[in-house]
T-cell receptor, first 106, second 110 residues
Framework: GIQVEQSPPDLILQEGANSTLRCNFS?????LQWFHQNPWGQLINLFY???GTKQNGRLSATTVATERYSLLYISSSQTTDSGVYFC????????FGTGTSLTVIP | KAGVTQTPRYLIKTRGQQVTLSCSPI?????VSWYQQTPGQGLQFLFE???????NKGNFPGRFSGRQFSNSRSEMNVSTLELGDSALYLC?????????FGPGTRLTVL
């Protein structure tokens, strides 16, 4: 299967700081998505981004498919950004990374 | 448009019992996938159904099974429950490649 590695595993930020989360994957993929898992377990779609760059408010993402990585940028972080961020890629099935646990402190 | 719904949201069972979880996809979505999330193993793919046929299967024992109905609703069943089956079970529906997840069913096996 496709290996998906996320870094860093844990991140603690002061409110207002910026951060970059990285996702490396081991093979060509049809799909790449970023999710935020809330404290109740639901996966919230952030980006569907198999290639290119997208922005949504304070969040943006870039996927360089030829180099097999994606980056999620969070600017001006808020306490509500806390949680686990997952990258997932699709080959013949959906493969998840192990996540980045983000804590934003006031 | 309503999102993916899963029932029940919480479930407590004892070892040896069986359990059935239900998932209703977003209207118009024909693909439904199931995932298990545990602290030790992370998020793992169980299986995918499309138009009532299992299209893909992860690496889980035969105790885990599923089906999909003609209205695209899906159920998964776990027989002879083990303590290690305690997990959050997530269902996702898709029209193309993008997946949308339900709130999950948290299963505790005692």
């Amino acid at each position: 299967g496709i290996q998906v590695e996320q870094s860093p595993p844990d991140l603690i930020l002061q409110e207002g700081a910026n951060s970059t989360l990285r996702c490396n994957f081991s093979d060509s993929v049809n799909n790449l998505q970023w999710f935020h898992q809330n404290p109740w377990g639901q996966l919230i779609n952030l980006f569907y981004i198999p290639s290119g760059t997208k922005q949504n408010g304070r969040l943006s993402a870039t996927t360089v498919a030829t180099e097999r990585y994606s980056l999620l940028y969070i600017s001006s972080s808020q306490t509500t950004d806390s949680g686990v961020y997952f990258c997932a890629v699709a080959g013949n099935q959906f493969y998840f990374g192990t996540g980045t646990s983000l804590t934003v402190i006031p | 448009k309503a999102g993916v719904t899963q029932t029940p949201r919480y479930l407590i069972k004892t070892r040896g019992q069986q359990v059935t979880l239900s998932c209703s996809p977003i209207s118009g979505h024909r693909s439904v996938s199931w995932y298990q999330q545990t602290p030790g193993q992370g998020l793992q793919f169980l299986f995918e159904y499309f138009s009532e046929t299992q299209r893909n299967k992860g690496n889980f024992p035969g105790r885990f099974s599923g089906r999909q109905f003609s209205n695209s609703r899906s159920e998964m069943n776990v027989s002879t429950l083990e303590l290690g089956d305690s997990a959050l079970y997530l269902c996702a529906s898709s029209l193309g490649y993008e997946q949308f997840f339900g709130p999950g069913t948290r299963l505790t096996v005692l």
